[in-house]
């Protein structure tokens, strides 16, 4: 027992630790994430394209050596902590800023994890009229959706008017969900991510006959594939047509459950105070 | 002749004022750079609070803006150091926190920083905005003044000079580490989840971000295990400075990320 105090509750190891973080962490920016095999073999050759994909170095923060990394880390934060706690307590130190500090990053470190496991995501597209139908039974009736633009014609916001319903009984009317401003409802949050206006046939079906239209602008970031939530959809009809086609507006809707979120968020608030209780305390004990 | 030229000429002349007093008989510190620190502050403040009424929003949107203000907080960080009296005066310190507020002007000025004033996109009309940029460029600013403290300390061998800029190098850092904190890992992580519905994306910018926040950390661990404060601390704390320019110009530039916006 000792002996692992002494390993993991040094110090030193956390130094490495972080050195190592700070490396990788570099070499993940430089090196892309995320493409095909053939990419890296064309772009770095065989043996350095074989050995970014053997290392993990194409899916760096979901590969085997970052999270052994961090669950490395975690331990030696866990370990650090609670020497560091009992060792202030016997001397009657009241120097507690470093604790809150490891504790806050142990529960941030174990709230990401839950996180990654946990988290789901799902896409929808809203046009006005449409009722969607989201995990746990509620339903977005969508009123509208438009988007608002600057003198210069550039655009300045997305929105998707709805009301939320569960079970026939109205849960709320005329909410807004825009870009910055989700709508949270029964553990989930609703994001605003794309605008565009479609052309549609005059049947009022916009799939495959719509051309998006060239000024259509994402909010956020593109949809990512292989993500789903048990979201559906009822298409309402389409605006009023005008020489065999009409122009109806849509929305792409991000729709998230995240129930580590909580979790992350009073954690970087403990990790802050706790950084703030640290230095305060340190630049007051400075000798003027 | 604009305002961000008035600011520039008074950085510069401050910078004069530095070096003519650093090389003076009494090797004292002048009295009048700290107000001429002051007031290119103010008008570049000034700047900034008149684009940010013109679009309705904190103008920290664009590369001018953004290098206008975290020109004026290294003026501002540079001024309080001089105004303090807890900590050692440095004319090195005093005068290279004044050179790169000019330098990250100067540069505003140059054409990788378009003047031409643009209405922020949807993702940016976010009151977290202002809470996200200034604090991480004010944190930065700090460690302007930890990274010129630790190139002194780097190229000096006396030994009470050595006491004095490590001294001033760890209470910027000490001061601009929560700040930066703050900015960049707490509010930035809340703002994201509230646009784009992940607090983490593993992002360019918010690894940069990360890795230069790691070698802050890194730097005061290592202060804790060498009692005897060798160069080491000083070359990462060095390093952390470089890593937080990185994060601004390098990641803007030439990695592309959720933070490029058109």
């Given at each position: 027992?000792?002996?692992?105090?002494?390993?993991?509750?040094?110090?030193?190891?956390?130094?490495?630790?972080?050195?190592?973080?700070?490396?990788?962490?570099?070499?993940?920016?430089?090196?892309?994430?995320?493409?095909?095999?053939?990419?890296?073999?064309?772009?770095?050759?065989?043996?350095?394209?074989?050995?970014?994909?053997?290392?993990?170095?194409?899916?760096?923060?979901?590969?085997?050596?970052?999270?052994?990394?961090?669950?490395?880390?975690?331990?030696?934060?866990?370990?650090?902590?609670?020497?560091?706690?009992?060792?202030?307590?016997?001397?009657?130190?009241?120097?507690?800023?470093p604790d809150v500090i490891h504790l806050g990053?142990?529960?941030?470190?174990?709230?990401?994890?839950?996180?990654?496991?946990?988290?789901?995501?799902?896409?929808?597209?809203?046009?006005?009229?449409?009722?969607?139908?989201?995990?746990?039974?509620?339903?977005?009736?969508?009123?509208?959706?438009?988007?608002?633009?600057?003198?210069?014609?550039?655009?300045?916001?997305?929105?998707?008017?709805?009301?939320?319903?569960?079970?026939?009984?109205?849960?709320?009317?005329?909410?807004?969900?825009?870009?910055?401003?989700?709508?949270?409802?029964?553990?989930?949050?609703?994001?605003?991510?794309?605008?565009?206006?479609?052309?549609?046939?005059?049947?009022?079906?916009?799939?495959?006959?719509?051309?998006?239209?060239?000024?259509?602008?994402?909010?956020?970031?593109?949809?990512?594939?292989?993500?789903?939530?048990?979201?559906?959809?009822?298409?309402?009809?389409?605006?009023?047509?005008?020489?065999?086609?009409?122009?109806?507006?849509?929305?792409?809707?991000?729709?998230?459950?995240?129930?580590?979120?909580?979790?992350?968020?009073?954690?970087?608030?403990?990790?802050?105070?706790?950084?703030?209780?640290?230095?305060?305390?340190?630049?007051?004990?400075?000798?003027? | 002749?604009?305002?961000?030229?008035?600011?520039?000429?008074?950085?510069?002349?401050?910078?004069?004022?530095?070096?003519?007093?650093?090389?003076?008989?009494?090797?004292?510190?002048?009295?009048?750079?700290?107000?001429?620190?002051?007031?290119?502050?103010?008008?570049?403040?000034?700047?900034?609070?008149?684009?940010?009424?013109?679009?309705?929003?904190?103008?920290?949107?664009?590369?001018?803006?953004?290098?206008?203000?975290?020109?004026?907080?290294?003026?501002?960080?540079?001024?309080?150091?001089?105004?303090?009296?807890?900590?050692?005066?440095?004319?090195?310190?005093?005068?290279?926190?004044?050179?790169?507020?000019?330098?990250?002007?100067?540069?505003?000025?140059?054409?990788?920083?378009?003047r031409n004033l643009q209405v922020p996109v949807?993702?940016?009309?976010?009151?977290?905005?202002?809470?996200?940029?200034?604090?991480?460029?004010?944190?930065?600013?700090?460690?302007?003044?930890?990274?010129?403290?630790?190139?002194?300390?780097?190229?000096?061998?006396?030994?009470?000079?050595?006491?004095?800029?490590?001294?001033?190098?760890?209470?910027?850092?000490?001061?601009?580490?929560?700040?930066?904190?703050?900015?960049?890992?707490?509010?930035?992580?809340?703002?994201?989840?509230?646009?784009?519905?992940?607090?983490?994306?593993?992002?360019?910018?918010?690894?940069?971000?990360?890795?230069?926040?790691?070698?802050?950390?890194?730097?005061?661990?290592?202060?804790?295990?060498?009692?005897?404060?060798?160069?080491?601390?000083?070359?990462?704390?060095?390093?952390?400075?470089?890593?937080?320019?990185?994060?601004?110009?390098?990641?803007?530039?030439?990695?592309?990320?959720?933070?490029?916006?058109?």
């Amino acid at each position: 027992m000792r002996g692992f105090r002494v390993l993991f509750g040094s110090v030193r190891l956390a130094i490495a630790l972080i050195a190592c973080l700070v490396l990788t962490g570099i070499l993940a920016t430089i090196v892309p994430q995320g493409e095909d095999a053939a990419f890296y073999l064309k772009r770095y050759g065989g043996a350095a394209g074989g050995l970014i994909r053997a290392t993990g170095f194409d899916r760096f923060f979901s590969s085997p050596f970052f999270i052994i990394l961090i669950a490395l880390f975690a331990v030696n934060l866990a370990t650090c902590a609670i020497g560091r706690f009992l060792r202030e307590r016997r001397a009657g130190s009241r120097r507690f800023g470093p604790d809150v500090i490891h504790l806050g990053l142990i529960v941030l470190l174990a709230g990401a994890g839950y996180s990654a496991a946990s988290r789901n995501v799902g896409y929808l597209e809203a046009s006005p009229g449409d009722s969607l139908t989201l995990p746990g039974g509620f339903v977005l009736a969508v009123r509208d959706v438009s988007s608002t633009s600057y003198p210069d014609g550039r655009p300045r916001d997305y929105l998707t008017l709805v009301d939320v319903s569960k079970d026939w009984k109205i849960l709320r009317t005329g909410y807004r969900i825009g870009v910055n401003h989700p709508l949270s409802i029964g553990g989930m949050s609703v994001y605003q991510m794309a605008y565009a206006e479609k052309e549609v046939s005059e049947d009022g079906d916009g799939s495959g006959s719509g051309a998006e239209d060239a000024a259509s602008l994402a909010a956020g970031r593109s949809a990512q594939a292989g993500e789903s939530t048990q979201a559906s959809k009822a298409s309402g009809p389409a605006a009023p047509a005008l020489a065999g086609t009409s122009t109806i507006a849509v929305s792409e809707l991000m729709v998230v459950t995240d129930p580590a979120w909580p979790l992350v968020f009073a954690a970087l608030v403990v990790v802050l105070f706790g950084i703030v209780l640290t230095f305060a305390r340190k630049l007051r004990e400075e000798k003027p | 002749m604009t305002l961000a030229t008035v600011a520039l000429l008074l950085l510069a002349a401050a910078a004069i004022l530095e070096v003519v007093f650093a090389f003076g008989k009494a090797g004292r510190a002048d009295p009048v750079s700290p107000w001429l620190l002051v007031s290119a502050a103010a008008i570049l403040f000034s700047v900034i609070a008149a684009r940010s009424f013109a679009i309705g929003i904190f103008a920290v949107t664009g590369t001018f803006e953004s290098l206008v203000f975290f020109s004026g907080t290294v003026a501002a960080v540079a001024a309080a150091y001089r105004f303090q009296r807890r900590l050692p005066f440095s004319p090195f310190v005093a005068f290279g926190a004044t050179v790169a507020s000019a330098v990250l002007l100067a540069v505003a000025s140059s054409p990788i920083a378009p003047r031409n004033l643009q209405v922020p996109v949807p993702a940016l009309r976010s009151g977290w905005l202002a809470l996200h940029v200034s604090f991480s460029f004010i944190g930065e600013s700090f460690f302007v003044v930890g990274f010129v403290a630790s190139a002194a300390f780097l190229a000096t061998k006396n030994g009470p000079k050595r006491e004095s800029l490590d001294r001033i190098a760890y209470t910027a850092v000490a001061v601009g580490y929560p700040i930066f904190t703050a900015g960049a890992l707490v509010f930035g992580p809340i703002w994201a989840e509230a646009a784009w519905g992940s607090w983490w994306s593993w992002d360019p910018k918010e690894t940069w971000a990360l890795v230069t926040w790691l070698v802050y950390t890194l730097y005061l661990h290592l202060r804790l295990v060498r009692k005897r404060h060798d160069a080491l601390p000083s070359a990462v704390a060095g390093l952390g400075f470089l890593c937080a320019l990185f994060t601004f110009f390098g990641v803007n530039f030439l990695l592309a990320g959720l933070h490029s916006y058109g």
